[in-house]
Every structure is written in C-alpha cells, then in structure tokens.
Nanobody, 124 residues
Framework: QVQLAESGGGLVQAGGSLRLSCAAS????????VGWFRRAPGKEREFVAA????????YYADSVAGRFTISREDAKNTVFLQMNSVAPEDTAVYYC?????????????????WGKGTQVTVSS
C-alpha cells in the first residue's frame, strides 16, 4: 500500500501562486498514475488534474487548464500541483490521489489511494 501526505496549502491572494506537494511512502509511485482532486465548501469532490503512468498523458479539468500544472518526481516519490493565477473559486481542500489504473471513471471517482488533504484559501 502507499500512503500519501499533502502539504503546501495555505492562504493566498487572488492572482497569486501556490505549490502543493504530495509525498508518498510505503512503496514507490513508479507504476502508479497520480492526480489531484478538490472539494470546495458545500460542493462535491471534483477532479483537478492527473498523469497517466502508462502513457505519460496529462489531463486537466477545464476550470484549471492553463493555470495549474501537475508534475511528478519519481526519484523523490513526490507529486506536485503548481497553481498560478488563483481565484476565490479555487478555494477548497486539495487531495492527492494515486492508483494502478486510471480511466474515465477514476477521473470522476478517483483511484485507490488518497491523502488527507490540504486546505487552500484564496482571498479576493
């Protein structure tokens, strides 16, 4: 099993930037697809971004495309989410996600492993 721990959340002004990190332990992330989800107050959890292991293809939600960048450093067993030009609607708890199989279904419901989340608050 893999354990995931997010960090880097906090309070940021609209238009600013923030970089989230997700450190994995228990096993290597090699062979696993990885991604980020978020849950805003009063809303359901939603997909943000993901990297498919097999193809290396990267996916973004329309709401963050062009502003957020997902990346991974397997040597450090870490996944990142660079958030630029943030807006108040990006306020949410952000969750790291990982698993062996990524599909259209997992881009909605998530893969096998989850972190506990990190709070991001964007002030206007």
């Amino acid at each position: 099993q893999v354990q995931l721990a997010e960090s880097g959340g906090g309070l940021v002004q609209a238009g600013g930037s923030l970089r989230l990190s997700c450190a994995a332990s228990g096993r290597t992330l090699r062979g696993y697809s990885v991604g980020w989800f978020r849950r805003a107050p009063g809303k359901e959890r939603e997909f943000v971004a993901a990297i498919a292991w097999a193809s290396g293809r990267i996916y973004y939600a329309d709401s963050v495309a062009g502003r957020f960048t997902i990346s991974r450093e397997d040597a450090k067993n870490t996944v990142f989410l660079q958030m630029n030009s943030v807006a108040p609607e990006d306020t949410a708890v952000y969750y790291c996600n990982a698993g062996e199989h990524m599909s259209a279904a997992t881009m909605k419901d998530g893969m096998d492993y989850w972190g506990k989340g990190t709070q991001v608050t964007v002030s206007s």
